[in-house]
């Protein structure tokens, strides 16, 4: 049972500091990407979509090298005196914000592309400034948006394997979650302490999944009423 | 008039010298003698000069030289496409692409190597649509703007009243009629404290009764307040009611420019090939009797008109079409119209639709115009030629205002 708690609490804070980190990041990348007329779209979008098809072994594959001793990122972490962030849980961290940036980012791009630009010239004339513009404008009229990206992002986070399998391994109270726990209780043959695990990720799954869609019915709802 | 005959270049002369610091100091020494025109020199004026050259498939070129005077109304009429709506957004700092210069009341607001951002533009800006914040209540859009010039809730308070926002004010933007959301715009720029207020076709998406709703609300607005109004429309009725000034543009340039009534009357101006051709004239109501009729005192001489809303003492704006207008070599006691005037031709024009636009100048003023269409065989047959003395006759009169 303290197995589970300790990788409940592993999943819940990588989970929420993965999702934080990825809408500070995530929001000015997907303004631009969804303002921009510059010829870096294209691949740039490319490389946000890019873990929504690549084998998640892959990413961590070249994230391990990446962070290894010989590796770019492993040495640069050495020489501000971290050490290596293979097999740590910054490193999970690291992993996670990369392996869910589109499912953050897309839903935001999609908003804020959907906005109509010229309420920004109307608040501008109210004498907002910009970033005064998108707190009162942009983040009240893209709300919907916000949040589709805060429970895809967590969700996606929750639900990851391969990558944490590769990065972060299987240690318990650093990077050892509740899918690697699952994974280890099969291995052992222990089915029922997977069972709950496999039935509890599930009904999150669901019930995730069944909130937006409520929400999303209850604000199509609304927009129908406000015309 | 040479004068109506400016260019948009020969309009802004001293626009071509560099003299934006010349302006400053010349303030500072006022034994200097004045360098330039007195709308240029006065403390307050609006001097745009904007170039706009847009490549590709939407092709378009906006070259304006135009010195605008700080108070009233200035409207820039001109179909849609001329570049009247780029004018305002630029002028509030929205079109990055325009090059140019602005300066609004000795500020400077752009020049080569400055461009104040929108935000820092003191403006009001009213566009068509009246693009209120959806997600805000009524009070809330109003107070958006008026918090962050630090309004007082004195202004707050008489801004409400003046333009009757009250009952809306706890209402949802999605539950204002066209006409309300145009009120409670032009309330949300009137709290911003501007130097200036754009308009851009606010009535343009208005039903008729709503329209003159508002452009009573406008007029009421241009007497109680000394922030001059720019108004960008294509619709006569709108120009002529509230035009102070006026510059009529066409194809990204300035036709004319010049005081609304010389530009609206001057028989050369583009409005008058047009089928509403006519002139406009300042009148102010002598009396009225028990069936409405109202007699006008104006440059032109007595008029009568029938206007249900007016009292004695009310100055308004009357328009004199064209074709309302007959010609007779006699003075008529026998007929029914009611303002017959001696007149003089001036000149014989090519009006639209195959008739001539006749010039004529009316009463004991010499420049005030009045233009009567009539048909060829009518010029034929009564000899007119210019310097005849004639009777106009004129149908009716419509009141503007």
């Not at chain 1, 934080?20 to 303004?31: C, D, F, K, N, Y």
């Not at chain 1, 513009?133 to 893209?142: A, D, G, H, M, Q």
């Not at chain 2, 958006?144 to 333009?163: D, I, N, P, S």
């Not at chain 2, 249900?308 to 007779?328: Q, T």
Request: glycine share 8%.
């Amino acid at each position: 049972m303290t197995a589970i708690l300790a990788a409940l609490w592993v999943t819940l804070k990588l989970a929420t500091l993965t999702t934080v980190i990825l809408l500070l990041l995530g929001t000015p990348l997907a303004w631009w990407l969804a303002r921009t007329r510059s010829r870096l779209k294209a691949p740039l979008s490319a490389i946000v979509a890019l873990p929504m098809v690549l084998p998640p072994t892959v990413l961590g594959f070249y994230l391990l090298v990446m962070l290894g001793p010989e590796g770019p990122l492993g040495q640069l972490t050495h020489a501000i005196g971290w050490g290596s962030l293979a097999f740590t849980f910054w490193g999970l961290l690291l992993a996670s914000v990369l392996y869910s940036l589109p499912f953050v980012v897309q839903p935001l791009q999609a908003g804020f592309a959907s906005l109509d630009t010229s309420i920004l010239d109307v608040a501008a004339t109210l004498r907002a400034s910009p970033f005064d513009r998108f707190k009162t404008v942009v983040i009240p009229l893209c709300r919907p948006a916000f949040i589709t990206a805060t429970v895809m992002g967590f969700a996606h986070t929750v639900g990851e394997f391969g990558v944490i399998l590769m990065v972060g391994g299987n240690i318990e109270g650093e990077t050892r979650v509740l899918s690697v726990l699952l994974y280890d209780r099969v291995e052992a043959m222990a089915y029922e302490q997977a069972h709950w695990l496999a039935g509890g990720l599930l009904i999150f799954s669901f019930v995730v999944l069944c909130l937006m869609q409520w929400y999303g019915q209850r604000l199509s709802h609304q927009q129908g009423e406000a015309r | 008039m040479s004068g109506h005959e400016h260019s948009s270049r020969g309009q802004a002369n001293h626009t071509s010298e560099p003299q934006v610091g010349d302006l400053e100091r010349a303030d500072q020494k006022p034994k200097r003698q004045p360098l330039f025109d007195v709308q240029a020199d006065g403390k307050n004026s609006i001097e745009l000069s904007l170039k706009l050259l847009r490549a590709g498939e939407a092709a378009f070129e906006l070259s304006v030289d135009l010195t605008l005077p700080s108070s009233g109304t200035t409207v820039i009429f001109g179909p849609s496409g001329g570049g009247k709506t780029t004018i305002l957004r630029a002028i509030a700092g929205l079109e990055p692409d325009v090059k140019g210069h602005i300066r609004i009341n000795q500020q400077t607001w752009q020049a080569p190597g400055v461009f104040v951002p929108a935000h820092q533009r003191r403006v009001g800006f009213v566009f068509q649509h009246s693009a209120l914040l959806p997600h805000l209540s009524v009070e809330q859009n109003l107070r958006y703007g008026w918090q962050r010039v630090g309004g007082t809730a004195a202004e707050y308070a008489q801004c409400v009243e003046q333009l009757d926002l009250a009952p809306l004010l706890q209402r949802a933007i999605g539950q204002l009629s066209g006409g309300e959301r145009q009120r409670v715009a032009l309330g949300r720029a009137l709290l911003t404290r501007p130097d200036i207020l754009l308009l851009d076709e606010p009535l343009a998406a208005l039903d008729a009764a709503r329209r003159s709703e508002i452009l009573g609300v406008l007029e009421r607005l241009k007497q109680t307040t000394t922030i001059p109004f720019l108004y960008v429309t294509h619709a006569v009725d709108e120009m002529s009611r509230l035009a102070d000034y006026l510059v009529l543009m066409k194809g990204g340039r300035v036709r004319q420019a010049g005081p609304a009534l010389e530009v609206m009357n001057h028989p050369d101006a583009p409005l008058a090939l047009r089928d509403d051709a006519g002139v406009v004239v300042q009148a102010t109501v002598e009396q009225r009797d028990a069936h409405g009729l109202l007699t006008l005192q104006s440059p032109m001489g007595t008029l009568y008109a029938h206007g249900p809303a007016h009292a004695p003492g009310d100055r308004l704006r009357v328009r004199i079409h064209a074709r309302d207008v007959s010609l007779a070599l006699s003075h008529h006691s026998d007929t029914s119209m009611l303002n017959i005037l001696p007149v003089t031709v001036l000149a014989i024009r090519d009006g639209a639709g195959g008739q001539a636009l006749i010039e004529l100048s009316a009463g004991n003023q010499p420049q005030q115009r009045l233009l009567a269409k009539i048909s060829y065989a009518s010029v034929a047959r009564l000899n007119i030629a210019p310097g005849l003395a004639l009777w106009a006759q004129i149908k009716a009169v419509a009141l503007l205002v």
